[in-house]
């Protein structure tokens, strides 16, 4: 299944937005998914209660802290 993420601005795999937090679901997994899927079900099958509350407790990251993450990533590769 795959869907554009408004956050990449490209279509991505489902796949993705449950692992790209560090295994863990995108914050926006539920409001991008739950129109095409019962999200809530996939996820409870698929994560513990302590793997979701870890994904959807946490303030969400600025931009200007994911740029910094992003530059940083790729300075780590070149």
Partial sequence: MEIYC???GMVIDITYCI???DGLPCRNTIGCWENR???HVFLKENFTPNDLKKAFSNLPKSKIERIIESA???????
């Fill in 6 to 8: 408004t956050q990449l």
């Fill in 37 to 39: 899927i019962d999200i």
């Fill in 19 to 21: 692992s790209v937090n």
């Fill in 72 to 78: 940083h990533i790729k300075g780590s590769v070149t």
